[in-house]
Nanobody, 126 residues
Framework: QVQLVESGGGLVQAGGSLRLSCAAS????????MGWFRQAPGQEREFVAAISRSLRTYYTDSVKGRFTISRDNAKNTAYLQMNSLKFEDTAVYYC????????????????????WGQGTQVTVSS
């Protein structure tokens, strides 16, 4: 089992940047695929980005070229670098993890994931 704690959210002007971090407990972080999701007020949770154990990545179209997901297995941490932020990126961002034996699997659906963080608020002012 793993516990996830997000940090790095905040208030930023449109065009600015933030880096979210997701710190995971335990000693087997490298066995997990990691993902980021977000939920805006009144909307369903949506997929943002994911990274496999072998560092394959996948992004939703609206963030391609602006967001970068990465991981540091030595630090048990996943990151989401968000550049050129837009008002519509405003949401609570959640980190998610799933243990898998598949090195290249990049899970893109919320039901793929077994563990979730508590979320961190990102607010982009226009």
């Amino acid at each position: 089992q793993v516990q996830l704690v997000e940090s790095g959210g905040g208030l930023v002007q449109a065009g600015g940047s933030l880096r979210l971090s997701c710190a995971a407990s335990g000693r087997t972080f490298s066995r997990y695929a990691m993902g980021w999701f977000r939920q805006a007020p009144g909307q369903e949770r949506e997929f943002v980005a994911a990274i496999s154990r072998s560092l394959r990545t996948y992004y939703t179209d609206s963030v391609k070229g602006r967001f970068t997901i990465s991981r540091d297995n030595a630090k048990n941490t996943a990151y989401l670098q968000m550049n050129s932020l837009k008002f519509e990126d405003t949401a609570v961002y959640y980190c998610a993890a799933v243990e898998t034996g598949q090195l290249a699997w990049v899970p893109r659906f919320s039901y793929d994931y077994a563990y979730w963080g508590q979320g961190t608020q990102v607010t982009v002012s226009s």
